[in-house]
C-alpha cells in the first residue's frame, strides 16, 4: 500500500472554493486512478470523483457534477480537486484513495475497488 496525503481543506464560505491536492511519496501515482471521497457528519462515506490513470477519463457524482473538477499532473505526482460553488451540503473529511487497475481501465466510484487511503482533510462550509 503506498501513503497519500491529502491538503487544501480549510474553511470556506457558502459559494467559495477550495482546491485539494493528493500526494504520494515514493511511489508514481500514475499506476493508479485515483479518487475523492468524502464522508460528512453522521453520513457513509461517498465516492464523489475519480479519475483514470493517465487522466483521459473522469467519473463524477450527480451531487458534485459541473461543480468540481478532477485533474492530475503525473509529472508532479499530483492529483487535485477544484471544488467550486461550495454549500454547506458538502462538508466533511474530504479522501484521496488509489486504486491499481489496468492501464486502459476506466475508473469507479466504489470504494471496494481501492487499497491506499489517506488520512483526510477537513473542508466546512459556511452560510
Known amino acids: 500500500q503506498l501513503q497519500l496525503v491529502e491538503s487544501g481543506g480549510g474553511l470556506v464560505q457558502l459559494g467559495g472554493s477550495l482546491r485539494l491536492s493528493c500526494s504520494a511519496a515514493g511511489v508514481t501515482l500514475d499506476d493508479y486512478s485515483i479518487g475523492w471521497f468524502r464522508q460528512a457528519p453522521g453520513k457513509e462515506r461517498e465516492g464523489i470523483v475519480c479519475i483514470s490513470r493517465r487522466g483521459g477519463n473522469a467519473h463524477y457524482a450527480d451531487s458534485v457534477k459541473g461543480r468540481f473538477t478532477i485533474s492530475r499532473d503525473n509529472a508532479k505526482n499530483m492529483v487535485y480537486l477544484q471544488m467550486n460553488s461550495l454549500t454547506p451540503v458538502d462538508t466533511g473529511i474530504y479522501y484521496c484513495?488509489?486504486?491499481?487497475?489496468?492501464?486502459?481501465?476506466?475508473?469507479?466510484?466504489?470504494?471496494?475497488?481501492?487499497?491506499?487511503w489517506g488520512q483526510g482533510t477537513q473542508v466546512t462550509v459556511s452560510s
Open positions: 484513495a488509489a486504486d491499481p487497475i489496468l492501464l486502459f481501465r476506466l475508473c469507479v466510484l466504489s470504494s471496494d475497488e481501492y487499497d491506499s
